[in-house]
Structures are given as structure tokens and as C-alpha cells.
């Protein structure tokens, strides 16, 4: 066949032509994204109560809901978290279940629940995650200066971003949704003057049924006047603006009076229950949400035209773009450009070394390009995206696609010393060389493909990398073995002659080699005491070594999370933000703050409540943010030393993705019935004794709230003629939380709602009187009493019911401290504990991982063996990879670098390519062995001198290709550090194992049996 190619070399340059042509026509239609678009195994049940207690939401509707949705089938994992006012159900399923069916099955669940649930609950919200519905940034609009203390102007700003802003941003084909926080919403007020409905006789309830039987909409109606047919419509059939609201007429006393007689009608924004604030001012957040299809840089760049419009339409309103999650993206395609451009020079100048010509080099900037287009061509008929995940398959597969041409070339180079005619040495070089090729591309594939069957998220991600990977190979083998000779044909025709080799350059090398070889075969004791020393080093290493999820990455932002652990309101809660932020001007570049509760539709964070908050500080530089984190520890410790708090970097779209981390160990204690203040108490007393008996473990604080108490006096209620129903619209109007209707303003509802002046409660009670069903006022202080509770804030549930949770991190003897944990459960009757967190699931992930490892060196052997036609063969090839592993963990260890994903990759790279330089020259010793009169050694050092220079080169090329990673300090450099150290080690003491211990096996073994 490459004598057939590299004798047409027309019709194979106009195809890959063509090809490439196709590959850059897919790469302008494939998806760019952060992640691949994947259906998370995630549904989110969302329960919302105005004037609920979390115990009170927990008993009659959170946890009912919880018993009803564990019975999904695929179910993984349930758990609830209930606070005041608002509860949240997630439920994980195990991956691979079909997630349409599951929100299908789950919303039938929500149906036939509801009919359990209270009358006044509305219908759970369920919500479906995904991959997609991440935002990829976020806009942020707010007032100029000028104009920041008007009144109505923030509530105008609020409308035209969602009317305006929002639907022309969904306008454009790459945006599938943008999701607002930050809106003040109207409201009117009805406020009765003093005196006036006592003395009509009417009370809270009569007003609610006299604006309801005036705000009826009665619809059209088709009518018939002989021929001809009307639509007849009703006029003033329901209320329009607030001054219809003051003109409604009622009859009272046998007199008909308006409204606007016996109360005050107005609209003014209603009391917000959450703030969103950036740089210390109010503003709106407008997240924005891709479609699954769309490039990013589409995305990106029509959403900054039409940012520009805007503000060149409205310059009194500010637009900036901020929390940009597609950072990593840019990086990754940055780095993919950057190994591609110093793989390719750094192969240009080897290759110019080993060679001494210019035709040689310049045939990897044809080929390597070749190859990158034309596995794009195949990610669009794959349905793949370029992603992270998929980008970084691509970047691991640049190095080995360089290897690929730098093999081929150097076999041809030397075939041209024994042949005259080059058309002979293409073909006799490549055919030579296909099947270590061959062999290398499959055990290369067979390291990465196993990790699709990861369990959970990772092996959905890993699929895209596996198919990168294989792709990338996959494409890179068919040019090797049909472009290149073909353009190797091409750039040397008419030169038939035999081009004598660098004789200098390859006899230092080659001599290098030979006083190595021999000192190796001279010497196999100190050998095998140095790879031995090596892999126990490694061992110990593998034990201290840190372990992370990603890698520590300085940056100049964080997020700081704070529950006040106070009943304050939301004003009070934005004042505290306010001089929290002031406090730290001078470091900051800007500050966004998400006060209360957020108005997201899809939240990927844990809802707020009014007395917390989220803080996105910028600083000016990593070295500042240092500064920062001290400071706010200092201020919150001194000025609210009762305040929860803790201050993280941003997370990445990864961490997103895989939720929050999980504590070391987490406690899940489930109490006996009693007072809650008696249980607080022993919660508290097993968390003293969990700091005595293991210093240095970091536990969670429980928050816990004071509440309000009215207890009512069912005896006095039935002889006043009374009943709760009464009494409690009595208290909500009072307190400004009695709703009467809404008002249709044809774009949204405005409610209406009964307005007092505010007044401290204890006094509220005191002076205020209750019309009964007779008319008469009772005074409420007779009829209920008011008692201080305390409680917890959050109520969380899980299969087991509901249980309070002790979260425990930088524990060292994790077997211990649980076990101790359950001795001091089991001596209070009727407790019952149960444990989770990172220390099972990293166990988890480990055994899984042994099992993917254990399956991946099966098929490396099998298909080592199926090369080989030995049995030992593929075990003398794979004696290489626990010494260049274990190279590679203590590496990492002596540059003080962790075990994260990052690393992982690296390791498994390692496995992927190692054994490949061990494959070429074990096939070159047993081509050798063939020839008559050729004996073991001779084979083993001919062999050797054969293959040196592609071993080195390939070798070489990879470690300079990864090793500027380790002088940068952008955050694409730091996150690829780890990989790069792994790969420099595993690399290093890999080519050496490869060029002579592998040898040295392979003569031990079969010298003995001959």
C-alpha cells in the first residue's frame, strides 16, 4: 500500500487537502463550551412557605415529600435542607440513569403528593441540572452616579433589564437563557385611617372580600344581532391602576362609600427579602446561559456588540462583565497552541541536530497541523465539543502525533543508507515500522478508554478525553504511515543517492549509550538496588503526599460566605456588607455581594436566607488577596464574633460541576425527642469532647435562631367568638404580611397588601384589638401570650429522616475519631449516628480506580502478547511502568506538589506513553534475533543503536514540550504543573529503564534459557 501511495503523490496530497478542507469548514460548526454537554444525575425539588418555621415546613411538607421521592428508582442519594420560609430536596441518581425519565417520575411524585401536603403550599418547583445551565458569565448593570439616589430610578432600572436588556440578549442564537437577581418589585398599600373601619363595623377580612368581588375578570362573550356576531366585553371588570384600587365602592351601614374614605391607597417597592449589591451600591446581575451548540467565541463576541450598544444608548447605566467562567477554556486552548507551536519548534531544532538538513523539520509543521484538522473533522461527526475536557485530551495527544512523525522519518532516514532508490527506503522504513506503531496506538487507547467506566460525573468527563485521545492517535497513525512518506518522497525526489549520516553528532550519542549499556550489564546489582530504592521511596512518598481535588491556584479573587447567625432584617444585613466592603476598599478592584435571598431561576449555589450572604471580592493582586483574607478574619472575629463565616477562591466550573466538597468525616446524628435548647446542649458537649480528645480537628458550628412564640388562649377565643383565622390575619395585617389581592398591570402583578405603621411587637400586642364575628373589638393581649423559642435554622433530612449534621475536617485518624463518635451516640437513649463524607468516597474512588488500572494492564497484555506472540514479552515491556510511576509520584513529592486530577492525568499519560519507546525496542531486538549468525547481545546492542535516536528525540520532545509550565505563574501554568512534573519524571527515568534495563531483563531471561 505506501509503495502504491508514494507513487501518487497528486492524488494523496489533493485528498488531505480536501480533508483539511472539511476539517476547518467542522471546526468553525463544532460547539466550543466549558464542559461537555452532559446531563447531570441531579434534580432539585424546591419547596417555598412565606411565614413557615423550618420545623413547621419540615414536619408537614419537606419531610412527607422526602419519604415519598426515596422511593425513585436509581436512586442514589436524598437529602433536604429546610430553613425558615423555604426548603430544597436533592436528589442524586446513580449516572447512567436516564435523568428525562427521573424529573418525569419525580414531578409525578410532586403531583400525587401535593393532596398530603397543606392547602396554602404551593406546587414544588423541580428543577432538572445540567452541564448547560451553568453560566458562562455574568453582566452587571447599575446607575451612574448622578442618578444613584433617585427613589424610582433602581426600580425602573429593574424593568427595563427585564424587559429590555434580558429578551434582547435571548435574542441572540448562542444565548438559551439569562437568569436576573437584584429586581425591586412594586407594591400597594392599603392603610386604613384610625378609628375609621372600627367604627364601620369592617376588619382585614372584610377588605380582602371587597377588593376580590371588584377584581373578578369576566372574560368576553360571543353574541348574535341577526346576521352579524359581537364580541360583547365587559367594562372595568378588574383593577388596573391604583386609582381605581381608591374608587372601589362598598356598602357599609346601609351607606355606600369608596375606598379612598376609610384608608390611604399608594405604591411604593416592596420590602425586598434579598439585595444584590456590586461595588457597594445596588445593581442587577443578569447570569447568562448558553445553548449546548454554541461556540463560545460567538457567544462572547455578540454579547459584547450588544453590550456596546447599550451602552452607547444609555450611558447614565454601567454594563460590565464580570465572573467570567470561561477562563479555563481560554487556557486550555491556549495551552493546546502553546504545546503545539514548542512542540513543533523544539522538534524542528532536534530533528535539525540529529539530520543537519531543513527538509526533515519542515515535515512536522505539515503533519502535525494534518492531524489537529483533521480530528476536528471527526469531533463533528463524533457529536463531541471542544471543551476542557476534550482540549485536554488533544493537548496530551499533540506530543505523542510528533512522536508518530519523528519515528517514521528517522526509520526511512536510515533505510536510506541501505537503499539507493528512496522510492525503497519509504517503503521498506514505513512498513518496518507499522506494527510497534500499530501496537503503541492500541496500548495507548487502552490506558485511557477504561476510565469511561468510572462511576458517577468523572466517567462521563473522561469520555471525552478518551476519545480525544484515540482520535487524536487514531489520525495521527494514518498520516504517519500514508502522508508522510509520501511527503517525505516529495521533499527529497531526484536525490537518489546515499545521504551519509551525521557522523560526529550520532557517534557521541551511540557512545554515550554503549559505556551505559555495558556499565548496566557489567553491574546488575546496583541496577536493581536503585530501581528498588526508587520504588519504595515512592511508596513512603505516596503516604505524606497532599491530596487535592485540583491545584492550589494563587488568585486575586475570593468568595467570602457569612451567616450573621442573628435575626436581623435585610437592611441590616446590606449595612453590615456595606461597611464590610469599605473596610477593604483599598484592596479591591471591585465587589459584588448577594444579600438574602436571590431571584435565580437556576441556581447551581445553596439559596440564601435573609440574614446571609455571599461576598465576591476582587483584589488587586494574589499577593493582596493574602492581605485581604487577614483582614476580614480580624474585623469579623472583632466586630461579630457570634457570625459564621468562611473564606474561599472562586470555584472552578469543575467544582461546580461536582458540587461542594465534602468534609473529611460528617456525623449525621439523629436525636430523641425533646426540647430543642436540651439537645443543642448535647450537641454542643459532643463537640467539646470531640476537641479534647482529637486537637486540631476543625468542626462546624450549628447555627441556631431565636424566635418569636404566640400562644394562643383557645378558651378566651371561643367566649370572645373568635378563631385563629381571625387572630392570625390580625397579627400578618399588623405586621405588613396580610395580602388582599393584585393588581393586573398587563405586564405583571403588583400585589396589594394591608399597611401599619411599624411598631415593635411586644407593643403590637399590647394595643392593638381584634374584631370579632360580632363586630366587637377584643383587645389581643386578653387572648394570646408571647414566649421566646429557640431552634435550629437548618433542618436536613435524609433517607434516615431528619438528623443533624457535625461536619469534621484535617482529621489524621479518621477509623478513630468515628468510632469514638459512636461510642459517645450509643450512651443517650434513642440516638442513633450514622457517618459520610470525602475519607468513604476517596476509598470509593480509589478501588475504582485500582479495578480501571487492573483492567488497563490486562489489555496492555493482551495486546502486547497478540503483538508479540510471547506470553513474557508484554511482562518484560510492563516491568517498565511501576518504576516510571513510582519516578513520577516522588517527583511530585520532592517539589512539594499534590495529588489532584491534574497529576492523575499525568500519571496516566505516563502509562499511555511510556512503554511505547519499550515497544519499538524490544521489536527491533527480535528483528535482529532473525538474522542468521546474529547472537543475543549483538541483537540487544544493534538494536539499541537502531532505535536510540527516535527514543531520544521522542523523548526529548516530550519533556521540553511540558517543561515551560514549570516557570509560569498564569493560572494555566499552575494548573498544569502538576502534569507537567509527573510526565518530567515518569519521562526521565522512563527512557532510561527503557533504553537499559529493559535490555538488561530481556538478555537475563532469554540467555538463561538458552
Known amino acids: 500500500m505506501v509503495r502504491f501511495l508514494i507513487r501518487r503523490p497528486v492524488a494523496v496530497i489533493t485528498t488531505f487537502i480536501a480533508l483539511l478542507l472539511l476539517g476547518y469548514a467542522a471546526s468553525r460548526k463544532t460547539p466550543v463550551s466549558p464542559l461537555p454537554d452532559i446531563d447531570l444525575p441531579e434534580i432539585y425539588v424546591r419547596l417555598s412557605a412565606k411565614n413557615t418555621s423550618a420545623a413547621e415546613l419540615e414536619n408537614t411538607a419537606v419531610g412527607p415529600l422526602r419519604i415519598q421521592l426515596q422511593q425513585l428508582a436509581g436512586l442514589n442519594d436524598i437529602h433536604s435542607a429546610t430553613e425558615d420560609g423555604h426548603g430544597e430536596i436533592t436528589l442524586k441518581f446513580k449516572y447512567g440513569t436516564d435523568i428525562n425519565y427521573a424529573f418525569l417520575e419525580v414531578n409525578q411524585k410532586v403531583d400525587l403528593s401535593m393532596n398530603s401536603l397543606p392547602r396554602s403550599l404551593e406546587r414544588p418547583e423541580v428543577v432538572k441540572s445540567s452541564v448547560s445551565e451553568i453560566p458562562v458569565f455574568y453582566i452587571t ?60 363595623g369592617l376588619n382585614e377580612t372584610s377588605l380582602q372580600k371587597i377588593i376580590a368581588d371588584n377584581n373578578i375578570p369576566l372574560g368576553d362573550a360571543r353574541v348574535r344581532d341577526g346576521i352579524f356576531e359581537y364580541t360583547l366585553r365587559y367594562s372595568a371588570s378588574d383593577l388596573l391602576s391604583v386609582e381605581d384600587i381608591r374608587n372601589i365602592q362598598f356598602k357599609t351601614g346601609g351607606r355606600v362609600m369608596r375606598l379612598r374614605d376609610i384608608a390611604d391607597v399608594g405604591i411604593r417597592n416592596k420590602q425586598p427579602k434579598g439585595l444584590f449589591n456590586y461595588n457597594n451600591a445596588p445593581a442587577i446581575s443578569l447570569a447568562v446561559i448558553k445553548q449546548a451548540d454554541a461556540r463560545m467565541d460567538d457567544l462572547r463576541k455578540k454579547t459584547e456588540e ?20 470561561t477562563a479555563l477554556l481560554d487556557f486550555s486552548i491556549a495551552n493546546l ?297 480580624v474585623i469579623m472575629e472583632r466586630d461579630y464574633p457570634g457570625a459564621l463565616f468562611n473564606i474561599e477562591p ?83 395585617s399588623m405586621l405588613n404580611a396580610a395580602e388582599l389581592g393584585s393588581l393586573h398591570t398587563g405586564q405583571q402583578f403588583i400585589p396589594i397588601t394591608f399597611s401599619s405603621p411599624p411598631q415593635p411587637l411586644d407593643q403590637l400586642i399590647r394595643e392593638s384589638f381584634v374584631t370579632n364575628t360580632k363586630g366587637i373589638p377584643i383587645p389581643l393581649r386578653d387572648l394570646v401570650t408571647l414566649k421566646d423559642q429557640t431552634s435550629y435554622s437548618v433542618i436536613e433530612g435524609g433517607r434516615q429522616g431528619a438528623y443533624i449534621s457535625i461536619a469534621m475536617n484535617n482529621i489524621k485518624q479518621v477509623p478513630a475519631v468515628r468510632d469514638s463518635v459512636s461510642q459517645w451516640i450509643r450512651k443517650e437513649p434513642g440516638w442513633q449516628v450514622d457517618f459520610t463524607g470525602s475519607y468513604f468516597s476517596r476509598q470509593r474512588l480509589v478501588m475504582e480506580m485500582l479495578a480501571v488500572l487492573a483492567v488497563s494492564v490486562l489489555l496492555l497484555y493482551f495486546i502486547l502478547a497478540a503483538q508479540f506472540e510471547s506470553f513474557l514479552q508484554p511482562v518484560i515491556i510492563l516491568a517498565e511502568l511501576p518504576i516510571s510511576l513510582s519516578a513520577a509520584v516522588l517527583v511530585l513529592y520532592l517539589f512539594h506538589a499534590s495529588l489532584n486530577v491534574m497529576s492523575m492525568i499525568g500519571l496516566i499519560t505516563i502509562c499511555g506513553i511510556m512503554i511505547n519507546d519499550s515497544i519499538l525496542k524490544i521489536d527491533t531486538i527480535n528483528q535482529f534475533r532473525k538474522i542468521p549468525g546474529k547472537s543475543l547481545l549483538s541483537a540487544i546492542h544493534d538494536a539499541g543503536k537502531t532505535r536510540l535516536n527516535s527514543i531520544v528525540m521522542t523523548s526529548m520532545t516530550t519533556i521540553l514540550s511540558v517543561a515551560p509550565f514549570l516557570f509560569g505563574d498564569d493560572i494555566g501554568s499552575v494548573l498544569q504543573k502538576p502534569l507537567s512534573l509527573t510526565i518530567l519524571g515518569g519521562m526521565i527515568i522512563g527512557t532510561l529503564v527503557s533504553l537499559f534495563f529493559i535490555p538488561l531483563i530481556y538478555w537475563w531471561y532469554y540467555n538463561k534459557k538458552a
Open 650 to 732: 472562586p470555584r472552578t466550573i469543575f467544582e461546580k460541576l461536582f458540587g461542594e466538597a465534602e468534609p473529611d468525616l460528617q456525623a449525621r446524628i439523629q436525636p430523641a425527642a425533646g426540647p430543642d435548647d436540651l439537645i443543642h446542649h448535647k450537641i454542643q458537649a459532643l463537640a467539646e469532647k470531640i476537641h479534647r480528645q482529637f486537637p486540631g480537628i476543625e468542626l462546624n458550628e450549628i447555627p441556631f435562631r431565636s424566635s418569636k412564640l404566640l400562644v394562643p388562649d383557645a378558651e378566651k377565643m371561643v367566649l370572645y367568638d373568635l378563631n385563629m383565622t381571625l387572630v392570625a390575619g390580625r397579627v400578618q
Open 306 to 325: 450588544t453590550l456596546s450598544w447599550f451602552r452607547d444608548a444609555y450611558p447614565d447605566i454601567r454594563f460590565e462583565k464580570t465572573i467570567d467562567e
Open 337 to 633: 497552541k502553546q504545546d503545539l507551536l514548542l512542540g513543533m519548534g523544539i522538534a524542528f531544532v532536534l530533528l535539525f541536530i540529529f539530520f543537519k538538513n531543513i527538509r526533515t523539520p519542515l515535515l512536522i509543521g505539515i503533519t502535525v497541523p494534518v492531524a489537529l484538522l483533521l480530528s476536528l473533522l471527526f469531533f463533528y461527526f463524533f457529536h463531541l465539543s471542544i471543551n476542557i475536557v476534550s482540549l485536554s485530551g488533544m493537548v496530551l495527544g499533540v506530543g505523542l502525533m510528533i512522536d508518530n512523525s519523528i519515528i517514521v522519518i528517522d526509520n526511512i532516514t536510515q533505510k536510506r543508507l541501505l537503499f539507493t532508490n528512496i522510492d525503497d527506503a519509504c517503503v521498506s522504513g514505513t512498513n518496518e515500522i507499522i506494527r510497534p506503531l500499530l501496537s503503541s496506538l492500541l496500548t495507548t487507547v487502552s490506558v485511557f478508554f477504561p476510565l469511561v467506566f468510572l462511576s458517577g460525573i468523572a466517567g462521563a468527563l473522561f469520555y471525552d478525553e478518551a476519545m480525544a485521545i484515540t482520535i487524536g492517535l487514531c489520525v495521527s497513525f494514518l498520516i504517519a504511515i500514508t502522508l508522510l512518506p509520501t511527503l517525505y518522497r516529495v521533499f527529497y525526489a531526484g536525490r537518489t543517492g546515499r545521504e551519509p549520516a551525521p557522523v560526529k553528532r550520532e557517534n557521541r550519542v551511540e557512545d554515550l549509550y554503549e559505556h551505559g549499556i555495558e556499565w548496566v550489564f557489567k553491574h546488575p546489582t546496583p541496577v536493581i538496588g536503585i530501581i528498588l530504592l526508587i520504588i519504595l521511596s515512592s511508596a513512603v512518598a505516596g503516604i505524606k503526599i497532599r491530596r487535592e481535588q485540583l491545584p492550589r491556584i494563587r488568585k486575586p479573587d475570593l468568595f467570602v460566605n457569612i451567616d450573621w447567625n442573628s435575626n436581623i432584617d435585610i437592611y441590616e444585613n446590606e449595612r453590615r456588607v456595606r461597611l464590610l466592603v469599605d473596610s477593604c476598599r483599598v484592596l479591591l478592584r471591585s465587589s459584588e455581594a448577594l444579600i438574602g435571598e436571590q431571584q435565580y431561576l437556576l441556581n447551581q449555589d445553596k439559596d440564601l436566607s435573609v440574614y446571609q450572604c455571599r461576598l465576591y471580592l476582587d483584589a488587586l493582586n494574589p499577593t493582596i488577596a493574602d492581605s485581604l483574607k487577614g483582614r476580614l478574619r
Open 141 to 200: 448593570m447599575s446607575l451612574k452616579d448622578s442618578i444613584q439616589h433617585n427613589e424610582n430610578a433602581f426600580t425602573e432600572l429593574g424593568e427595563f433589564a427585564r424587559q429590555i436588556v434580558k429578551r434582547r440578549l435571548e435574542q441572540l442564537p448562542e444565548i438559551a437563557m439569562v437568569d436576573l437577581t437584584g429586581l425591586h418589585y412594586p407594591e400597594i398599600y392599603l392603610t386604613p385611617r384610625s378609628g375609621g373601619m372600627q367604627a364601620l
